[in-house]
């Protein structure tokens, strides 16, 4: 059958522009979560980390989200900048039963687009 | 500055050949993970180890692929015979805990032919 690669969101945004990336989890039970970001030819590099007894966490132009009602993470980045083009993942700490050991579990991630 | 180094950085390979990919994690972290990706699959975790011992390895196809740890700064991944949909960048990370923050090496691009 024909194979096609993941399509991943993009968001575009203008430079200055606040952007705000989102994510859904699955386990309501999971109570870790990690936002990477990854340009291109490169690894993924840690952002922001946020546990689940938080709501909300910022950093340096960068704030995460945390709605365990919806199990729905979002990141916010603040006044964009070109350099901020990437494609960001969300990774969750999962413990897979049949293993027993702790392990994050990555989205497939969005790019994000900043136009200068 | 302590980073992951990983080499090759490319490789180009024939179908039927061997492949080994190194890995050296940051030192002091006593967890590495390698991953696998590609277009199709996303980020991939084919296997981990926590001090040196694989813990899951179910990831990767048994038939060819094999991860082992011979010291605490080295890790190899070996693709044995190698096949052209095993073309990705491969990934080494290390981290301090399971399922905590991982630190990505720069990767390794193999393609096979």
């Known amino acids: 059958g024909e194979s096609v690669g993941l399509h991943l969101p993009t968001l575009s945004v203008q430079e200055g522009d606040n952007s705000i990336i989102n994510c859904a989890y699955s386990?309501?039970?999971?109570?870790?979560f990690i936002w990477y970001k990854q340009e291109s030819g490169k690894g993924p590099q840690f952002i922001i980390d946020i546990r689940s007894n938080m709501d909300k966490r910022q950093g340096q132009r960068v704030t995460v989200l945390l709605n365990k009602t919806v199990k729905h993470l979002s990141l916010q980045i603040a006044a964009t900048q070109p350099g901020d083009s990437a494609v960001y993942f969300c990774a969750e700490k999962k413990t897979p039963a049949n293993t027993g050991f702790q392990k994050l579990v990555f989205g497939t991630g969005t790019r994000l687009l900043v136009s200068p | 500055d302590a980073r992951v180094t990983q080499t090759p950085r490319d490789k180009v390979t024939e179908m039927g050949q061997e492949v080994t990919m190194r890995c050296q994690p940051i030192?002091?972290?006593?967890?590495v993970f390698w991953y696998r990706q590609t277009m199709m699959q996303g980020l991939e975790l084919l296997a981990y180890?926590?001090?040196?011992?694989?813990?899951?390895d179910s990831g990767m196809p048994k038939d060819r692929f094999s991860a082992e740890m011979p010291d605490a700064t080295l890790a190899t991944l070996k693709i044995q015979p190698s096949e052209p949909r095993d073309s990705a960048v491969y990934f080494c990370?290390?981290?301090?805990?399971?399922?905590?923050?991982?630190?990505f090496g720069p990767g390794t691009r193999l393609t096979v032919l």
């Open positions: 386990n309501s039970a999971s109570d870790y």
């Open positions: 180890f926590r001090n040196r011992a694989p813990l899951d």
């Open positions: 030192l002091g972290h006593n967890t």
């Open positions: 990370a290390s981290g301090l805990v399971l399922g905590g923050e991982q630190f």
